[in-house]
């Protein structure tokens, strides 16, 4: 069985993970056509590569990002959303002094 | 007469302990130690089983574990490989695959047709016509598989444990056990394990004469067992390999997962048989096999024999056969350019005849076929692969050693993802790209030297180590020089076949010829049309010449053949090493023993045990419903709601939560009132609704149904980690014990046991209030899901049971009676209340359902507001309606899933029915088709039986006219 590393509580058995789908941002929705709008809700893609996509450590209630190759079944790495958020949030400011 | 010789050095015999056992009826002595096959051997009982094809005799090949003609049984036990099962006091065993004992097989005329059954004949001969295959098949049934299973087999469970360790050796031979001490110096804890009962691998056997292997072994053993570092398991095999370096480890006790931060694969190789005609009597069996018998269990494994060799190996096994006291014939050897290394030149010595460049033609079986008498040798054009018969002569013995070359054990690397490529070196395949923290080394990584394989496992060791984060150097080693240990292609071509490759399923070289001619020239293709490797071995002695014939046909190099795909299990595992105990969690309600005693039925909901009814004596499941909601209509009834899932959202931006998590309005709801809550996905589709109920500004109190609670929790939780809003969702369903009562006596009953104003005006429906009941703190909800007279209590879960019971007795005057979670759907359904999952499927939208009230499209955002906005814009296609059957309707019940029908076309189906006792109709929700959704519509529905039966269009609730008033009632 796969081990996957919840960003809080550590490596854990895959047994105790939902997948919840590949992780994408929706386009704004005020301002996107109708066909954009049903793309995104409809449309996946399926060739592998580098996804980044939403897991959910179950005993515990977590939700996080993994990013895996889904060629090689291989995480590269696990973070909650928030932080990544925060992260990029931080190097853009600096970028930006 | 007997095969046993004197005491053997490492001998895995207990010469103290003698065991009885018969065979086929007749009585054996063997000693404690011996296999079954070795045991018979030594008694030179010869034919041990029957092939499972034809029927043939055959006796050892291997004791490797694939002796799978060997298969006996003791009447309990079904498939017993006779050359790994330890024999035991009184054990009683009879071949598997005969009609009447080995020796008087009554099936063994099928050999003598086997020209008329050639591969592929069942797939092509009853085909057709169809109406004959029940007759055939009732045959080709009892033809098929091997033994017959005992069904009052007992239920054995065995355990399932769990382990871990730094580095996992799998294989015990001396690159293993070097590879292992090598890592435990450095630090590592390490685990070794070994299929055979004693570790040491080919250091136990191999020996070519050479005592020294002994000692060599004992102090490597020495070393191992007694490093504090390293766990030797023997008798214990690695069943395939799984993500991150799961690997169960299959016992006689059962299976310990070990979990691994590496691996080293030192497996070693199978012994490949050569392919010549009658290579399956008893007597020809592989080099291999006859040291194990002689070093094992110090067995001879014939008096004359003839070794037939298309490597260095044989000329091993001919001096370990001479120093075991078998007088060896001559050696024959495929090749004839080689010269047969150090071990030719001791024979010679010793005055053996050794013929280069021939082969074995044919054995020559004895009369009665038990056994071989002779070999027809002939000279063998190694580069054609043909033998030229011309000049064949014919020499006696009464037993062919056979080696040919090897194929590695490798299912494991296989089965971690690991790139094979064909080394012609070693005529082999062999690792070029292994997964991260798996090493092969030794036999399976192509190197065969004692010497080099040693220093194979210190480099696999240090490679292991180095993934482990240690700094050690590379150790580098050579690649395989000399003599290719296997052979291009060992194969003797006879114009009279029986020439085996897979002993499993009797194939021989025609067959693949056939297979190619019939277009399976694919190994893929060709291994389903042969059956080749799908027997019980699973094509460990017969894939890698399998896959070199097909190369031969297709003249292609082997490389561009490809192997078939190895899968869990390495060796059969009992079923009852995989089945285990049932691990399904349920949840109980704190109310659930009460449930139990007054004589619930109880259904699974959820994770939940839910209370469906409670039937009285002599009742049916329908009496008991119809007569609980009639309570329910008539007086009053409760039941337990425990199982609902119930979260709080707390804090600032509890609201806004809500406002985008579900589609109404929540930022204008009142303290102390309650809202319907819809949840969407974002295509739109209806996923739950439920009642969320506001207890403070930054308080809500949310119940929803208890199927899918924890998923829309999970919901819950994925959008705040999204939206990062200050708040804090908790989730107390387990918290909370919930119980709903309902009835026109409901209020009565339980202001009782409350100082709440419970009157109509100051307590309107939807509305919460805290409050005291029975001494316990409740929330108390007006909800109108099963009744508009109905209470639901929310209370401790610890206290739920003495509320529970408060309540029952308060209402015993009042005829109160549980209901279960059966009836509150005939309720909620005579209230006209639909549900998702049952009244709408992963496509329906709430326009459909005519949900358009419970959406609020004018707010910044909610789930699914931007594909409901393209809805909203398109025509319906069904609408969910609420319809009757003519009143006193007797005829063909319609059930859930029945279509509408109209003319020829599905219009719709029923969603929900059920006759309710108390509106005395038939009431439900169907899909139609818009055109029919107005009041007085008619509709068909097709009932299994084919029949059609009408049903009109109602407004809800269904029983309008029997019930006062209810708004703000």
Redesign the interface.
């Known amino acids: 069985?796969?081990?996957l590393t919840c960003p809080v509580n550590g490596t854990r058995p895959l047994s105790e993970f939902?997948f919840?789908g590949e992780y994408r941002q929706?386009p704004e929705?005020n301002s996107?056509t109708?066909a954009e709008?049903?793309a995104?809700?409809?449309n996946r893609h399926g060739a592998p590569g580098d996804k980044k996509e939403?897991w959910?450590h179950s005993p515990s209630?977590t939700?996080?990002i993994a990013e895996r190759n889904t060629l090689t079944?291989k995480v590269s790495s696990t973070y909650?959303?928030?932080q990544k958020?925060l992260n990029e949030e931080k190097a853009a400011q600096e970028a930006g002094k | 007469m007997s095969f046993r010789i004197p005491k053997q050095a490492r001998e895995w015999l207990n010469r103290d302990k003698k065991i009885n056992f018969t065979f086929e009826g007749e009585t054996f002595t063997g000693f404690e130690g011996d296999t079954i096959s070795s045991a018979l051997w030594a008694a030179e009982q010869k034919v041990l089983g029957r092939s499972f094809k034809y029927h043939r005799p055959r006796g050892v090949l291997s004791l490797a574990n694939h002796d799978i003609n060997v298969m006996l049984t003791d009447g309990t036990d079904t498939n017993m490989r006779g050359d790994i099962v330890e024999l035991k006091e009184g054990m009683s065993l009879n071949a598997v695959n005969t009609i009447g004992g080995v020796k008087k097989d009554k099936n063994s005329y099928i050999d003598s047709i086997s020209p008329l059954l050639p591969v592929g004949f069942y797939y092509k001969a009853f085909h057709t016509p169809r109406r004959l295959f029940p007759f055939w098949e009732n045959i080709i049934r009892k033809a098929a598989g091997l033994g017959v299973v005992n069904f009052n087999y007992p239920r054995i469970l065995k355990r399932k444990q769990h382990a871990h360790c730094d580095l996992l050796v799998i294989g015990a031979g001396p690159t293993g056990l070097t590879a292992a001490y090598e890592a435990a110096q450095a630090g590592l804890e390490v685990t070794i394990i070994d299929e055979n009962r004693h570790a040491g691998g080919s250091l136990g056997y191999n020996r070519a004469g050479d005592k020294a292997s002994v000692e060599y072994l004992d102090d490597l053993l020495n070393k191992v067992v007694r490093h504090p570092k390293i766990t030797l398991r023997t008798d214990a095999y690695a069943a395939g390999y799984y993500p991150d370096h799961l690997i169960p480890v299959v016992e006689a006790g059962g299976i310990t997962k070990f979990r691994a931060k590496a691996v080293i694969v030192a497996s070693g190789a199978f012994e490949q048989p050569p392919v010549f005609r009658y290579n399956d009597l008893p007597g020809v069996m592989l080099g291999s096999a006859a040291q194990r018998l002689i070093y094992r269990y110090s067995v001879k494994p014939f008096n004359n024999g003839i070794v037939v060799t298309a490597n260095d190996y044989g000329y091993r096994v001919a001096i370990d056969l001479l120093d075991a006291g078998t007088k060896v014939v001559a050696v024959v050897d495929l090749r004839s350019g080689s010269n047969g290394g150090l071990h030719a030149a001791e024979l010679y010595r010793r005055g053996i005849k050794i013929y280069p460049g021939h082969c074995v033609y044919e054995a020559l079986a004895t009369s009665d076929k038990s056994s071989v008498r002779g070999a027809v040798i002939c000279a063998y054009d190694d580069k054609e692969n043909i033998a030229l018969a011309a000049n064949k002569f014919t020499l006696e013995c009464d037993g062919i050693a056979m080696s040919a070359g090897w194929a590695p054990a490798a299912a494991l690397l296989y089965q971690a993802g690991t790139g094979m490529q064909f080394d012609y070196g070693v005529q082999q395949f062999v690792p070029n790209r292994l997964p991260e923290g798996v090493f092969a080394a030794g036999k399976v990584n192509g190197i065969y030297d004692l010497d080099q394989r040693m220093r194979d496992g210190i480099r696999a060791a240090s490679d292991a180590l180095r993934h482990l984060g240690h700094s050690v150097a590379p150790y580098a080693i050579e690649k395989h020089n000399g003599p290719s240990p296997s052979h291009a292609y060992p194969m003797v071509p006879h114009a009279k076949g029986k020439n085996f490759v897979d002993f499993d399923e009797d194939i021989q070289i025609k067959d693949f010829e056939n297979a190619a001619k019939e277009g399976f020239d694919n190994i893929e293709l060709m291994k389903r049309f042969t059956t080749v490797g799908m027997g019980p071995s699973q094509g460990k002695h017969s894939n890698m010449n399998a896959i070199r014939i097909l190369a031969k046909i297709r003249s292609l190099p082997v490389e561009k053949i490809g192997t078939t795909t190895s899968r869990p299990f390495f060796h059969p595992t009992p079923i009852g090493h995989l089945g285990g105990r049932g691990f399904h969690p349920h949840r109980l309600t704190a109310i659930h023993d009460w449930h139990q005693a007054h004589g619930a039925v109880f259904t699974d909901i959820g994770a939940w045990k839910r209370a469906a009814y409670y039937p009285a004596a002599n009742h049916s499941k329908e009496d008991a419903i119809q007569a609980e909601a009639m309570a329910v209509r008539k007086s009053a009834g409760i039941i337990d709601a425990s199982s609902f899932g119930k979260i709080e959202i707390y804090g600032p931006d509890a609201a806004e939560f809500l406002e985008r998590f579900f589609t109404g309005s929540y930022i204008s709801q009142k303290v102390g009132s309650c809202r319907y809550v819809l949840l969407l996905d974002e295509s739109g589709v209806v996923v739950d609704d439920g009642i969320a109920s506001r207890l403070a500004t930054d308080l809500f109190y949310l119940s929803i149904g208890t199927s899918n609670a924890a998923a829309v929790y999970r919901e819950m939780q994925r959008s705040q980690q999204e939206w990062q809003l200050n708040i804090a969702l908790v989730n107390v369903t387990g918290a909370y014990g919930a119980m709903n009562i309902a009835g026109p006596s409901a209020r009565e009953i339980l202001a009782s046991l409350t100082d709440l104003d419970l009157s109509y005006e100051s307590f309107p429906i939807s509305h919460i209030q805290e409050a005291v009941v029975a001494g316990v703190e409740a929330r108390v909800i007006r909800v109108a899901f099963v009744s508009d007279m109905a209470y639901e209590l929310h209370v401790p879960m610890a206290q739920s049971q003495h509320v529970w019971n408060a309540l029952i007795e308060a209402g015993k005057k009042h005829g109160l009676r549980p209901f279960g979670s059966d009836t509150q759907r005939l309720l909620r359904l005579e209230m006209g209340h639909h549900m998702p999952g049952i009244d709408t499927d992963g496509l329906t939208n709430p326009f459909e359902i005519g949900a358009e009230w419970a959406i609020k499209m004018d707010k910044p955002y909610f789930i699914g507001q931007r594909s409901l906005s393209i809805l909203a814009k398109r025509p319906l296609r069904k609408q969910l309606v609420p319809f009757v059957l003519a009143s006193n309707f007797n005829a063909d019940m319609p059930m859930e899933c029945n279509l509408v029908i109209d003319g020829n076309e599905i219009a719709g189906r029923v969603t929900s029915i059920s006759y309710s006792k108390f509106i005395d109709r038939c009431i439900g929700f169907a899909f139609v088709t818009p055109a029919k959704k107005a009041v007085g519509s008619e509709f068909q529905i097709r009932t299994d039986s084919g029949s059609l039966v009408t049903a009109t269009v109602v407004e809800t609730p269904f029983f309008k006219n029997q019930i006062k008033s209810q708004k703000g009632a």
């Open positions: 069985m796969k081990l939902i919840g929706a929705q996107c109708d709008w049903a995104y809700v409809h939403w959910y209630g939700w996080f079944d909650l959303l928030s958020n």
